[in-house]
């Protein structure tokens, strides 16, 4: 396939259709990034901050237009893609703040003195997701361009038209010519290759542990660095001492935002047993007001899936009404629309408890002690987020400490900011995003000894 229609997931209308990069061209657009990045780091820091805040100047002026078009290509609703694009105007301007702190070291050596700098790794290739296509992208991007490295960005098949508008937003700003690229096309073409291609010298990751860990490979070959941002299966750990009425209310939106394709989607509720019916009346109503509905209507908090593909899957885990609890409602008609649905399983093993299911449905899984959810909470093989509500300040913090996982919330489901870093235990991920530290990961440290002799 040398292209691909693009379908709204509203209402299955095609948008237009985007052709793929070839192998040839996407080798082409690697060499191009490797003079732009020799232009880009010899610059004075000063200069490339300045970049850097015109490109978050050229997003802001354009984040109704980038919302649009991740309204129509992602089926975000509106309200929400406004949010995604006004976040990649404030991760450029947070790292925008990078080039002129990347500190080195000043390290105490006898007969001389000893130096260490944090070198940019050149070309840096990005590989991003369908769920959040701007802001995921953003993460890599941003820190990268900071710490003087190239970017080559390879969005999701299905949702390439904020990534290939970034790319021009960049150019719009200044930014030296090949310096971000966005490459659309196939996994196993453009992804593969920047892999494979030896002038890529990192590669950050974001998806499915499958394919994540099939990157890894790949860049075992040539010892490259890789980032990996994977799945997930947090858990909503609300103890019976918790504001149960704020927890329930809360909860359905630490799932069902972005109808569940999240990849710190809460979609484990761990309920302490002896409050687990109370819980539950207070959930079904909170569930039953989640707005899905037409995403370009201000109020509506939930769209639809992603595709056709993704909703089959996501259907598949609820073959009949066998473990539901309840539902809220969804639209009938066009659209790959998925009623925010939840489960109670009768089995800690069932799958609807163990995979990612990445669309709206949510398992109440009830356990009877602080021992028993902190075992429940990490039996999983990933370790992405996840939450904690108690009012007991000691349990919060012996609980936190236990969960193995990268981010967690105490009383809150908030998992992002970009002042603050993001990343995975165990199979949910390597490495860190975000964050004070996200630009020096970009970096070799070259240590330099200069003799005084
Ligand atoms: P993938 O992991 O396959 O896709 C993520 C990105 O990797 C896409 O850009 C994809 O390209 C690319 N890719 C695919 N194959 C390769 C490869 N061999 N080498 C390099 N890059 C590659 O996720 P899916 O879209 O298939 O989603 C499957 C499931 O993964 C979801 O249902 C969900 O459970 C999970 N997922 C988790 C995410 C998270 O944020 N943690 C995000 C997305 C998915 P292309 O689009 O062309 O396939």
């Given at each position: 396939?040398?292209?691909?229609?693009?379908?709204?997931?509203?209402?299955?209308?095609?948008?237009?259709?985007?052709?793929?990069?070839?192998l040839a061209e996407v080798d082409d657009a690697i060499l191009h990034a490797v003079s732009a990045q020799r232009e880009w780091a010899a610059l004075a820091p000063a200069e490339r901050a300045a970049g850097l805040r015109r490109f978050a100047a050229a997003v802001d002026g354009a984040v109704e237009e980038l919302a649009m078009l991740e309204v129509a290509n992602s089926g975000h609703p509106i309200s929400q893609a406004r949010w995604e694009a006004g976040h990649v105007r404030d991760v450029l301007t947070y790292y925008s703040a990078a080039p002129e702190r990347m500190l080195g070291s000043t390290i105490p050596v006898a007969g001389g003195i000893d130096v260490t700098f944090l070198e940019p790794v050149g070309v840096v290739g990005i590989i991003v997701p369908w769920n959040f296509p701007m802001t995921i992208a953003a993460w890599g991007f941003a820190p990268a361009l900071a710490a003087g490295n190239a970017v080559v960005l390879k969005p999701a098949e299905w949702t390439p038209l904020t990534a290939l508008r970034l790319a021009e937003l960049a150019l719009e700003a200044g930014l030296p010519e090949g310096l971000f690229q966005t490459l659309p096309g196939r996994g196993d073409v453009v992804g593969e290759r920047f892999v494979s291609n030896e002038n890529v010298r990192k590669i950050v990751f974001t998806g499915s542990t499958a394919t994540g860990k099939k990157v890894m490979a790949g860049c075992a070959h040539q010892v490259k660095a890789v980032t990996l941002e994977l799945g997930g299966k947090s858990a909503n750990v609300v103890f019976a001492d918790a504001d149960l009425e704020k927890a329930a209310a809360a909860a359905p939106y630490s799932v069902f935002e972005n109808a569940g394709q999240d990849c710190c989607a809460r979609s484990r509720i761990l309920v302490e047993r002896s409050v687990l019916d109370r819980f539950l009346e207070l959930l079904e109503p909170a569930v039953a007001g989640v707005k899905v509905g037409p995403v370009t209507d201000e109020s509506t908090e939930m769209g639809p899936l992603v595709a056709k593909a993704h909703f089959d899957k996501v259907a598949s885990y609820v073959p009949d009404d066998d473990q539901v609890a309840f539902r809220g409602s969804a639209p009938t008609g066009p659209g790959f629309w998925f009623p925010p649905t939840v489960l109670l399983p009768t089995s800690r093993t069932d799958r609807v408890v163990t995979d990612e299911i990445f669309g709206p449905v949510v398992s109440v899984l009830?356990?009877?002690?602080?021992?028993?959810?902190?075992?429940?909470?990490?039996?999983?093989?990933?370790?992405?987020?996840?939450?904690?509500?108690?009012?007991?300040?000691?349990?919060?913090?012996?609980?936190?400490?236990?969960?193995?996982?990268?981010?967690?919330?105490?009383?809150?489901?908030?998992?992002?900011?970009?002042?603050?870093?993001?990343?995975?235990?165990?199979?949910?991920?390597?490495?860190?995003?975000?964050?004070?530290?996200?630009?020096?990961?970009?970096t070799e440290t070259k240590n330099v000894f200069i003799s005084t002799d």
């Open positions: 396939m040398t292209s691909i229609e693009l379908i709204n997931p509203a209402d299955e209308t095609v948008l237009r259709s985007v052709t793929h990069t070839t009830p356990f009877d002690d602080e021992a028993d959810a902190i075992a429940l909470a990490n039996d999983s093989i990933y370790g992405l987020s996840g939450s904690i509500w108690t009012r007991d300040v000691g349990r919060a913090i012996r609980v936190s400490r236990a969960i193995e996982s990268g981010n967690l919330s105490v009383n809150s489901n908030s998992s992002v900011r970009y002042s603050t870093p993001f990343g995975g235990f165990k199979q949910s991920g390597l490495g860190r995003e975000l964050g004070p530290d996200a630009a020096t990961a970009f």
